[in-house]
């Protein structure tokens, strides 16, 4: 009788292990389904500070006038918005906090545009593809998680732009989810 508790004993104590470990790894897990978004910013060019900056933006101006179809100018706009927050993070990493955030807020109010092309594309036949749409928003997400990275190392008197910013983005997010 002794050796079958003692038997009982060895498997439940190991049963015990076992599900604690078990445990680790699930809560494990769900820490690893938190991650970062997956999805990669285009490389920015010319920032800000340097001295033919203002050609850029001139170029890309006379490009957007050019542009007619919505669907296209949608998708330039998403390419401005995510080069000016690559342009941000650059900035950021230089130092020059109030040029970065300035820039932030330009890209994501070419962002809020892409919505509105949507729609008026929408009202002519032409319906935006599922994966565009898929773009919008995993690169929404990841300004998303830009905007609350920088929240974090962010001075004091820059938290009321950032947290513009950040309702620019929610605002973006909301009229996305209606596709």
Known sequence: MKKITWYLFIFLFFNFIAFSFSLIAYSEAIVFSQSKVVYEMPYPGILP????????????????????????????YLLY??????????????????????????????????????????KQGVNPPSDFINKLKTSNAKHKEIIEEIMKTAPQGQLGAITE?????QEIEKKLNQW
């Open 49 to 76: 500070d340097h001295p033919l900056y203002p050609f850029k933006i001139i170029r890309d101006r006379v490009l957007e006038f050019m542009t007619r179809d919505n669907l296209k100018k949608a998708q330039l």
């Open 165 to 169: 910013i950040l309702r620019l983005n």
């Open 81 to 122: 918005s995510d080069k000016r927050v690559a342009m941000a993070i650059k900035l950021i990493k230089k130092g020059k906090d109030k040029q970065a955030i300035s820039t932030f807020s330009k890209g994501e109010k070419y962002f809020l545009k892409i919505p509105n092309l949507l729609d008026a594309s929408k």
